[in-house]
């Protein structure tokens, strides 16, 4: 090969990766609005758990009408940025909401804090997946998260609720801070 053909060649691969980081970043963007609508979420329904336990399926369809109807405007917001993110967006939400109610008909009756784990669990192995095939923030993220669920059913079931609307909600909002600033 010439020394220009090379030259070109190591052009093209320096464009591909700035390209790849340039992506990274519009989704680590995208990703954090995301992740702080989702943290807030998770802290107003574990709470409301917490306080008005024989509310609980009422509480959580509540806030997560208003997870995804906020989710999908936010989304609507990146379409130009990141192509066809508002369908991938739903099929991610309905993936891990088809997830946690099949935990719950193959499994019921399950009891309310092991019932309330399945999503934050999965959520939290859905990010250690992602993280290693394209971007190994979301392994920390993953990691956490996991962490958290393992802590609040392990150890704290009498703050089972606090616990998991501050570490798990509070943690996706605070991840979502974070990602904003790349």
């Known amino acids: 090969m010439t020394e220009h053909a090379e030259e070109a060649a190591r052009a093209l691969r320096e464009i591909e990766l700035i390209k790849e980081r340039v992506a990274g970043f519009q989704d680590y963007?995208?990703?954090?609005?995301?992740?702080?609508?989702?943290?807030?979420?998770?802290?107003?329904?574990?709470?409301?758990?917490?306080?008005?336990?024989?509310?609980?399926?009422?509480?959580?369809?509540?806030v997560l009408t208003f997870g995804i109807l906020t989710g999908l405007w936010l989304a609507r917001g990146s379409k130009d940025v990141i192509p066809g993110i508002v369908w991938r967006y739903l099929l991610v939400i309905g993936s891990i909401l088809l997830f946690v109610c099949l935990i719950h008909f193959f499994y019921f009756p399950l009891p309310p804090t092991q019932g309330a784990l399945a999503g934050p669990l999965f959520i939290g192995c859905?990010?250690?997946?992602?993280g290693a095939q394209v971007r190994p923030r979301y392994i920390f993220l993953g990691a956490t998260l996991i962490l958290v669920c393992l802590i609040a059913h392990l150890l704290l079931q009498a703050w089972f609720w606090w616990w998991m609307s501050l570490a798990f909600g509070g943690g996706l909002m605070l991840f979502g801070l974070w990602l904003r600033r790349y």
Do not use: D, K, T
Not at 54 to 59: G, K, M
Not at 126 to 130: A, D, G, K
């Open 29 to 62: 963007q995208a990703e954090s609005h995301q992740l702080v609508l989702w943290g807030f979420v998770h802290v107003i329904g574990y709470a409301l758990s917490a306080l008005v336990p024989e509310y609980i399926l009422l509480s959580w369809l509540g």
């Open 126 to 130: 859905l990010y250690l997946i992602r």
